[in-house]
């Protein structure tokens, strides 16, 4: 039996997943030389080595690959089991993931309501466009923008979400009368790099598809432009309602595509019931009904 210190799987592992012992330092908030020593004390105990080193790359050898799925289920179980155990309540720190856009655009606005209804929870949230890997991190549930089906987590359906285009009032003065599809055609889309916006392209052409704006890469930033009057951006409904009721944004023409994608509410199984997260669950399923569909 080997006697192998928690720190130092928890080390390979870091350094596993990002396949870098500077990266795994700072996921653990350590030093590069403290890495390199959990490593090298790792190895010796196994007797053999787990990374093959390439100059500043590196790359896990037969070992390590056999050795990373058992820390992984091991260090995440041991994870699961301390989490249930110190935090099945009512209270404390609520740790969730979302999108920028949705927290700025759609969540702040009501957060108050929540703060309000639920003091002794101490909610936190992390905002990433990426998908957060329960895993390797301590969130406890998130907000997801997709199909509803992601492998390992249970999710409920928050609320659909549809396509359209917007821009600034100022800019609908100073361009032709938009009456039609084909006049909107005529404009270069602004929209952030996505297959969510796929459903308005296959129902409307994708000639109408273009890169120009690519450099502007997330939702915010465009419906700012839009709302400067740079142009014409496609958005969602959930981000751009609270624009068009204030008449920061204008619809150029009331076309709109129902989105392929809703948001859900998701968290692995063993958070999902948790009290608090069934709270801000519960809570969110509640202001989601109250949001109104488009006319």
Same mark, same amino acid.
């Given at each position: 039996m080997y006697n192998i210190p928690l720190n130092a799987l928890r080390t390979f592992e870091a350094v596993a997943n990002h396949m870098s012992f500077a990266k795994g330092a700072e996921f653990l908030n350590v030093t590069p030389a403290a890495v390199s020593t959990q490593i090298r004390a790792l190895e010796q105990r196994l007797n053999q080595p787990l990374f093959q080193r390439h100059g500043r790359r590196i790359s896990l050898t037969e070992a390590g690959h056999k050795l990373l799925p058992g820390v992984q289920r /091991?260090?995440?179980?041991?994870?699961?089991?301390? #989490?249930?155990? @110190?935090?099945?309540?009512? #209270? /404390?720190?609520?740790?969730? @993931?979302?999108?920028?856009s949705f927290l700025q655009k759609w969540l702040m606005q009501r957060l108050p309501e929540f703060y309000s209804?639920?003091?002794?929870i101490d909610l936190r949230i992390n905002v990433d466009n990426a998908l957060v890997n329960f895993n390797q991190s301590d969130m406890h549930a998130a907000v997801r923008? /997709?199909?509803g089906n992601w492998p390992g987590l249970k999710s409920v359906k928050l609320m659909d979400d549809w396509i359209l285009p917007v821009c600034s009032k100022r800019l609908l003065k100073k361009v032709d009368p938009i009456n039609s599809i084909e006049d909107l055609q005529k404009h270069d889309l602004m929209f952030a790099p996505s297959k969510a916006w796929d459903p308005w392209f296959r129902k409307f052409g994708e000639s109408s598809r273009s890169t120009r704006w690519s450099v502007l890469n997330d939702s915010i930033s465009i419906m700012m432009a839009a709302e400067q009057g740079e142009g014409i951006a496609l958005t969602r409904w959930s981000l751009a309602s609270r624009e068009i009721a204030a008449r920061r944004l204008m619809r150029p023409i009331e076309a709109m595509v129902k989105s392929d994608w809703s948001h859900y509410f998701v968290a692995p199984p063993h958070y999902f019931d948790l009290p608090k997260v069934a709270a801000f669950r519960d809570w969110m399923i509640d202001q989601a009904g109250r949001f109104e569909a488009p006319e």
């Open positions: /091991g260090l995440a179980e041991l994870r699961q089991a301390v #989490e249930v155990i @110190s935090h099945d309540d009512l #209270e /404390g720190v609520l740790n969730l @993931s979302m999108m920028p209804a639920n003091p002794d923008l /997709g199909s």
